[in-house]
């Protein structure tokens, strides 16, 4: 372990802003890190080891007590559980002897569940050793349990197993178009540097994200600052719940996301871009590096750009688990090889982002879309869409329709031309923009995708009518609670409160208080928390509560309070241990109210 | 004798330590006695809650019968009260949820030092110890909160004869302790 | 000519740099906080400092003030939400007062006397979190931690050692020791670190001290926090 640890902290400089790739690395080979390998990069990086420790159980892909030399990771996304995700994680685990969330007895194999893949069009989905498995079935779980336990080594496997599709199912300006390489670049020192910043602008770009910022602005306010080293990051850090729209872009339009990325540097004056790629796009990985070798190759990363003069490359970073790290100050973090943890701002990352320089972090549409900009002109991107809302949005549409996939849109499209396009039948309502979005009914199927009235990241959830709306809530509801980081109280205690308070409602232990103190809650933690996840982690109740108030209603019971614990279960090891069998040893849930 | 207000108290998983710090109420009681009657009360020796306007209840829900009494006292009383640190998070009582009950009753019962004729002891009349101890309002409905380790006769005075005059009750700086 | 905002309608003068804390401290202006300190980086993770910044909720230790700045923050809505902030607290942890020997000169329990908090309105957490009595003469109760990070801040930049850290994501936040061990005698904290000494809760405590200074005399039995923060952290000289 020695020898390869200090061979990995020498290929990595012995920086500590590597720590996050050098863990990865660690887990992937001993599938923990181990105590003398926290003992060991603390000495080799010089670091505390808190420090190291603090990492590992921040991300979940890292772990401090040892996995399966098989670690599966079963998607527990609301898209998965509609496919049947339950049935096929309890099949697993009997087949494969090993309870969920356990290490199988002779550490062959262990099994849990995972945050969203961004499989969702082909789920259900999970990961072993952070490889993609899709469209798994009964018949596949088989084959599965057997290679393991024939401990067949994972290239041996068949390749259907991992087949991940494309799924491209409607094409728009920006999909229909495939770039030359270096075409953008060569338009941008064509037009000229600060021409194309413009073009950009007079596009009306704002990112893709979701959160809408004036992408020029964001470009400008960068360029001008005075610290003249500065960094260009795209963040693929695609966790959204039912998003998937960036691994298509990535696995069939990388050198376009570069190409953006390459005209964002020239912009702003960056040396050094960064893709901070979610870990669980893994397979991504050695794709995304050839293309950037090809570009390398072809002169257009690297030093004198083009013969302009323009020094800039590309590095790629992987995350461990953490939807946090969308949040674009956690990522940079993340990208420091720290914890996750969202910055106070300001400063914003234009001023102060990757090691305290100005940083852009844009989406990878985004960078996809700016490079079309510097191709096809500012007007031409502009004629697209709405008045505040320009050009085209690329949804990834899954859930209870036809066909699931990749569909680019004009903003303004309305929502019923959307669910017409993909086969979408008896629709109850549409999660848009993921769980930080809005559930809407389908009464507001005639509301138009953008950003004054339906925003999105791009995810697009659709359920028919057969779907039970407090079951989806509880679903994003947990999966808040499950990835909030931490730092601040009201989401830290706040989320986990609500997945509390909306079980014992869901569970139909709520009385006539409980949804007004579920209300008050979720205001809380919307209006307190410190960042985007924290402040949208109420909305799947919110806007459902707002939508559907009686169904919260009819699981009420006509008493003014009912214990959101079994009362009768908290017996149980009294009830055993005194060996007794009298009713007088058993309690109801409920008494009686004053009346 | 008609208008007089009734009040009932009882400690569960508590010292009475609270009930002592009311009786440090001294010559007020006289006062409040001319407003207030007591219903089931370690005062009175009545067994049962009947229908009263207030009830106070120190100590946390640590058995089925803390369960049972709780839950006549909700019936009962129009207004419950949380006395004290343990009907509000549980208090000392429940520092024993720091070890699962299993290991309780086997060291009281079974395996502890000078333990003879080691055996958990079972009798339908004897209440059943829940796995947890919980503050009353994760059990009823809760409509005040005193707080205090105990609450000083102060507090319930205060408490009191602001509801003895109509008037919502207020605690404040001083009065307000958990220790 | 000084810069100004104001809080609650009273003009509170600034200079450049200044967070709405320190320009609101400087004022003698309370804003109920835990995780501040005025000689460590500010933080902005207890949330209790929240106020409303021409009409936006912002963490007045970490926003910085700017002219023509509207603030509230003694406001019944905020004091009602900080209580609520408080009262998460309690319930995550173990917080059992009278059997706690920072009773009395605790934060935790000021702030919660400030704002009036009689209960603790949650269901609790009932977390099983541990004591570390190793080290000869400092005291970690894990019960009592609210990841302030003050202790994390203090061994950083004031002792200049880096003896605590907050690990772990989400509610399975905890303080971690950094020693082989992860136990605290196997640290290199001295009991005279500023670290060991400005927790505001009971969670790391000097041993042998307790009840040196009987309850009811103690720092919080007879002046709110308000006073005794103003008056401790008031800029020296002003």
């Given amino acids: 372990m020695t020898a390869f640890l200090q061979e990995l902290a020498k290929t990595y400089g012995y920086q500590a802003n590597h720590l996050l790739a050098i863990l990865r690395a660690v887990q992937a080979r001993y599938h923990h890190i181990p105590e003398p390998a926290i003992e060991a990069l603390a000495g080799l990086l010089q670091l505390p080891r808190s420090q190291i420790i603090g990492i590992v159980e921040f991300y979940s892909f890292l772990h401090l007590q040892p996995q399966g030399q098989y670690e599966l990771l079963i998607s527990d996304s609301i898209t998965d559980q509609m496919l049947g995700k339950q049935d096929l994680i309890s099949y697993l685990a009997d087949r494969l002897q090993v309870s969920i969330g356990a290490v199988r007895a002779d550490g062959l194999v262990s099994l849990a569940n995972t945050s969203c893949t961004g499989l969702c069009d082909q789920g259900p989905a999970g990961l072993v050793n952070g490889l993609p498995l899709t469209q798994l079935t009964r018949a596949k779980l088989d084959v599965i349990v057997s290679l393991i336990n024939a401990r067949t080594p994972l290239p041996e496997w068949p390749s259907e ?251 303004g499209t309305t929502i019923q031309a959307i669910l017409d396009d993909c086969g979408a039948h008896d629709v109850l309502g549409v999660q848009v923009g993921g769980p930080s979005g809005t559930f809407i009914s389908r009464q507001e199927f005639d509301r138009k995708l953008a950003f004054e009235d339906l925003a999105t990241g791009g995810s697009f959830i659709i359920f028919n009518a057969s779907r039970n709306i407090l079951d989806i809530v509880n679903n994003f509801t947990h999966f808040f609670a499950h990835e909030s980081c931490g730092f601040c109280t009201p989401c830290r205690v706040g989320t986990s409160l609500l997945k509390k308070q909306l079980d014992k409602i869901v569970d139909g232990h709520g009385s006539a208080g409980d949804v007004a103190a579920l209300e008050s809650l979720c205001q809380l933690v919307k209006n307190y928390s410190h960042c985007g996840l924290g402040q949208t982690a109420a909305n799947p109740i919110l806007t459902t509560l707002a939508r559907y108030p009686e169904l919260y209603q009819a699981k009420l019971k006509k008493i003014s309070y009912e214990p959101g614990f079994d009362l009768d279960a908290a017996l149980a090891t009294a009830r055993r241990m005194a060996d007794r069998h009298d009713a007088a040893a058993h309690l109801a849930q409920v008494g009686e109210d004053y009346e | 004798m008609a208008n007089k207000i009734r009040v009932a108290t009882t400690s569960l998983a508590g010292c009475f330590g609270c009930h002592m710090s009311f009786l440090d109420l001294d010559e007020r009681l006289l006062q409040l006695a001319e407003r207030v009657e007591f219903d089931r009360s370690p005062i009175t020796d009545i067994e049962h809650c009947g229908r009263c306007d207030i009830g106070l209840i120190e100590g946390g829900v640590c058995n089925s019968e803390n369960v049972h009494t709780l839950r006549e006292f909700r019936k009962q009383c129009k207004i419950l009260v949380a006395v004290g640190a343990c009907a509000i998070n549980g208090g000392l009582p429940a520092m024993r949820n720091f070890i699962p009950l299993e290991e309780c009753l086997s060291e009281a019962y079974l395996d502890g030092i000078g333990v003879e004729n080691p055996q958990i002891p079972s009798d339908i009349e004897l209440p059943l110890l829940l796995d947890k101890v919980r503050p009353l309002h994760e059990v009823v409905k809760i409509d005040y909160y005193l707080p205090g380790c105990p609450p000083s006769a102060d507090v319930f005075w205060k408490f009191l004869t602001d509801l003895l005059e109509g008037k919502e009750p207020q605690l404040d700086y001083a009065l307000v302790h958990y220790d | 000519m000084s810069k100004t905002i104001t809080i609650d309608g009273k003009a509170i003068p600034f200079t450049e740099g200044q967070t709405i804390m320190q320009a609101a401290t400087a004022a003698d202006v309370y804003i109920p906080h835990l995780c501040h300190h005025p000689e460590f980086t500010p933080h902005g993770s207890c949330k209790l400092c929240t106020v409303k910044v021409n009409g936006r909720n912002c963490s007045a230790c970490t926003f910085p003030a700017a002219e023509g700045q509207e603030v509230l923050n003694n406001t019944q809505e905020l004091n009602s939400d900080r209580k609520t902030i408080t009262q998460m607290l309690f319930v995550e942890g173990n917080h059992f007062c009278p059997s706690c020997e920072k009773t009395g000169n605790c934060q935790l329990q000021a702030v919660a006397y400030h704002l009036n908090m009689l209960d603790d309105h949650f269901p609790l957490f009932y977390a099983h979190r541990a004591m570390d009595a190793s080290h000869p003469e400092v005291l970690i109760d894990h019960n009592r931690c609210i990841f302030c990070t003050l202790c994390v801040r203090a061994s950083r930049e004031h002792d200049g050692k880096a003896v605590f850290a907050i690990s772990g994501r989400g509610i399975n936040k905890h303080l971690l020791v950094n020693s082989t061990s992860g136990q605290l005698k196997d640290s290199d904290l001295d009991s005279g670190d500023k670290a060991a000494h400005i927790c505001p809760t009971g969670a790391i405590l000097i041993k042998h001290t307790a009840y040196q200074v009987p309850i009811g005399q103690r720092v919080y039995d007879h002046h709110q926090i308000n006073e005794v923060s103003l008056a401790s952290e008031h800029p020296h000289g002003e």
């Avoid at chain 1, 390489?181 to 000229?192: K, S, Y």
């Avoid at chain 1, 050695?286 to 013969?307: C, S, T």
């Avoid at chain 1, 050009?391 to 859930?399: D, H, M, N, R, V």
């Fill in chain 1, 161 to 411: 197993l991992f087949a991940v599709h494309d799924n491209i199912q409607k094409t728009d300006v920006l999909l229909s178009r495939t770039m030359t390489m270096g075409e953008a670049l060569q338009a941008t020192f064509d037009r000229g540097i600060a021409a194309t910043l413009t073009e950009i602008d007079r596009a009306g770009l704002r990112g893709r994200g979701g959160a809408g910022f004036k992408t020029a602005m964001k470009w400008r306010f960068c360029s001008e600052e005075s610290e003249t080293t500065r960094y260009v990051v795209c963040n693929a850090d695609e966790g959204e719940p039912g998003t998937f729209k960036d691994r298509v872009l990535l696995n069939s339009y990388a050198d376009q996301v570069f190409e953006g990325m390459t005209v964002c540097a020239a912009i702003i004056g960056a040396r050094q871009g960064f893709l901070y790629l979610r870990g669980e796009y893994l397979f991504l990985h050695e794709p995304l590096q050839a293309v950037l070798q090809q570009r390398r190759d072809a002169g257009l990363l690297g030093n004198n750009i083009l013969g302009q003069g323009f020094d800039f490359d590309i590095a790629i970073c992987l995350g461990a688990g953490a939807y946090i790290c969308g949040e674009e100050s956690a990522l940079i973090e993340s990208l420091e090889g720290k914890m996750g943890i969202p910055r106070n701002r300001p400063p914003y990352p234009v001023t102060q982002g990757y090691l305290g320089k100005p940083t852009v972090v844009n989406n990878v549409e985004t960078f996809l879309a700016a490079a079309a900009v510097a191709v096809q002109g500012g007007d031409w991107f502009a004629s697209i869409g709405t008045g505040p809302s320009k050009g085209t949005k690329i949804l990834s549409i899954c859930g209870d329709c036809a066909c699931p996939g990749i569909y680019e849109y004009p903003f």
